[in-house]
């Protein structure tokens, strides 16, 4: 016979409060048996099931997305276009991360030089400061085109 866990064991064993264990049952991500005194009783792949949500929750996946592409009950066979569509989606999902990563790459540079110009703070490092905000400014416009060219064009110094 295969082994349950109670909700408490789940909660402890994957670090996940007992009220988000029952909103994933509520909502029907996570369903799992219940015993007459509808206590729920976790499987192995239930758990299975919590980590991949846990996993797909830190990789920024709404639960939305997860419910919504990812069916999380076992088939036994898997429709290929449903697996086209779910690969489309996910290399959607890898696009706009990228995206993220190469902004957050221009924000940590731009932290970088204006850390770098306070502490040596001279005319040189100022411009070099001026001239990478410019930069970044250009290329925000170029994809926000409703905002305004006024500074756009630096601080004279």
Known sequence: MEQLYSIQEVSRLLRIPKDTLRYYDRIGIVSPSREDNR?????KNDLIDLMNIQIMQY???SLDEIKGKFGFHRMENVDPAYCREVA????AKHAET???IAR???ISQLLDVAAEALRDLNHESDQRLADFVRE???AIRK???GIS???CHGRQG
């Open 136 to 138: 970044i400014y250009q």
């Open 98 to 100: 990228r995206k993220k």
């Open 88 to 91: 489309a989606f996910l290399d």
């Open 149 to 151: 060219e006024e500074g």
């Open 59 to 61: 990789a920024d996946f």
């Open 39 to 43: 206590y729920r009783r976790y499987s």
């Open 143 to 145: 994809k926000e085109p």
């Open 104 to 106: 957050l790459e221009k």
